[in-house]
């Protein structure tokens, strides 16, 4: 009886694994970084993120490939994830220098589940613990609000900052409220500025010393906003990468990476 029931259940498993496996998404023709199979993006986000990871790719040779999906097909996001990055060739032959983010979006029926698969290449650098804290730091609190773009967009950042070697680890704090007042306060120190610039143009005379008073006031205005721009840099300069409403950044196509099951996964 055991015989039986253990053959029955090997055959089962050997017809459902292929089946599944099947279900995964051909390489996508045009070549994109970005396949967003379940439409969590907006054309502008879509492109932004493109521009991003491809102009990424140009300058380190890594890629991260981001695949947004509607059903796992019975697999596990890490499965999934690694059998993508395997089957797209995701990363360089050469180096295994490539990265896949999945994620599948919450629904009334089902929670949500991301994956960051690691290739051969780059698990020195983001170890499996650290696709963890980034997954759980920088993506599901985002994701947990509906944003998947913002929390997608995080993730990414840090992930090209580990893999270029620009940082050692990830941050172990997850978005905060401070975060967000600290982003409120900014937009609050722009728009003083530039109501005090626009009292102080349309008052003042013509004499001279009003005159060298207003050049003066205006050289420190400027300063006050490049000084604000130059404090809060990082978070501007990782939103670079073309217009929002190109075709997408250029990407030429991915190198034949391997991926051997490195990284993460999260829920929520």
Known sequence: MHSTLRFIAAVVT?????????????????????????????????NALE?????????TSNQIAVVTVTDLEGLSPAEY?????????????????????LVKPKTAESGGEVNISVGYGLEG???DSYAKRIIENEMIPAFRYGDYYAGIDRGCTVLMKLASGEISEPSDRPVSVSDIAGGLIGILFFIFIIVLMA???????????????????????KGL??????SSGGGHSERRGGSSF?????????GGGDFGGGGASGRW
């Not at 694994?17 to 502008?44: E, H």
């Not at 190109?246 to 991915?254: E, H, L, R, T």
């Open 51 to 59: 521009n991003k990871l491809s102009a990424f790719d140009d300058s």
């Open 246 to 254: 190109g075709d997408g950044g250029g990407f030429g196509d991915f």
């Open 125 to 127: 650098a983001i170890p």
């Open 81 to 101: 994830g690694t059998e993508i990055g395997i089957r797209w060739g995701v990363g360089s032959g050469k180096f295994d220098n490539g990265i896949v983010i």
């Open 225 to 230: 906003i490049i000084g604000n721009i130059l």
């Open 199 to 221: 009292r102080h143009r349309g008052g003042g005379n013509n004499h001279g010393g009003g005159k060298r008073r207003r050049i003066m006031d205006d050289d420190f205005i």
């Open 14 to 46: 050997a017809v459902w694994i292929p089946l599944s496996l099947s279900a995964i998404p051909d390489k996508p023709y045009p070549p994109r970084l970005v396949n967003d199979f379940a439409g969590i993006f907006s054309y502008a986000q879509r």
